[in-house]
């Protein structure tokens, strides 16, 4: 079966600090991975999707980006976070017409 | 724009009784539904997907589409304290991958013992 890891679980870091939070997808090859971000009172945002190794595509302008290094290996990093980065951070993985979601990373940008 | 939209609620509802969560969307082309269930501060988890125009059950649940009306609609039956989350529509266009899928902001539902 297919796993989705997602580490760390929560994280608190201070404003300007940089940031790396990592998935990784186990059971399956050459998934489409996908970064998602929750922020309190707000719906699910599409950040960015991978189709690919080295594939990316950024849905909104920010100072996030990602990398996919590997298959089964996607990162999302920032140089330098703002308060307003702070909020619940999800992996997914499409199945079929939908997603499967990784476990998240609560981020407390302070 | 493409655009899900959700009553946030909070719905309260008896224990044992109908659980009733609506769901409209903007984008006539839309071809698949979904409806997650996310428990406070866990991810969300898919539990039902309809494609037809219709009732679909499964168990306890059961999703409703009417397509020319563009809404889908979630019936949880004998609604138990466990079910007390939030439920998060998802529209997709269909002839795409998932980076087609369009989310609600959620209604919360709870379930009153």
């Known amino acids: 079966s297919q796993t989705i890891h997602q580490w760390p679980a929560t994280l608190v870091q201070p404003v300007g600090s940089p940031l790396s939070l990592e998935c990784t997808v186990e059971?399956?090859?050459?998934?489409?991975l996908y970064w998602y971000r929750q922020a309190a009172g707000r719906g699910l945002q599409l950040l960015f999707y991978?189709?690919?190794?080295?594939?990316i595509s950024s849905e909104v302008p920010q100072n996030l980006s990602a990398s996919r290094p590997q298959d089964r290996q996607f990162i999302l990093s920032s140089k330098k976070l703002l308060l307003s980065d702070s909020g619940f951070y999800l992996c997914?993985?499409?199945?079929?017409?939908?997603?499967?979601f990784g476990p998240g990373t609560r981020l407390t940008v302070t | 724009q493409k655009e899900v939209e959700q009553n946030s609620g909070p719905l309260s509802v008896p224990e044992g009784a109908i659980a009733s969560l609506n769901c409209t969307y903007s984008?006539?082309?839309?071809?698949?539904f979904f409806w997650y269930r996310q428990y406070s501060g866990k991810s969300p988890e898919l539990i039902m997907f309809i494609y037809s125009n219709g009732d679909k059950e499964d168990g306890r649940f059961t999703a409703q589409l009417n397509k020319a009306s563009q809404y889908v609609s979630l019936l949880i039956r004998d609604s138990q304290p466990s079910d007390s989350a939030t439920y998060l529509c998802?529209?997709?266009?269909?002839?795409?991958?998932?980076?087609?899928?369009?989310f609600g902001k959620g209604t919360h539902l709870i379930i009153q013992p």
């Open positions: 059971g399956t090859s050459n998934p489409n």
């Open positions: 998802a529209v997709n266009e269909g002839g795409g991958g998932a980076d087609g899928l369009t």
């Open positions: 997914a993985w499409s199945v079929q017409r939908t997603l499967d």
């Open positions: 991978s189709v690919g190794i080295g594939q």
């Open positions: 984008d006539r082309g839309s071809q698949s």
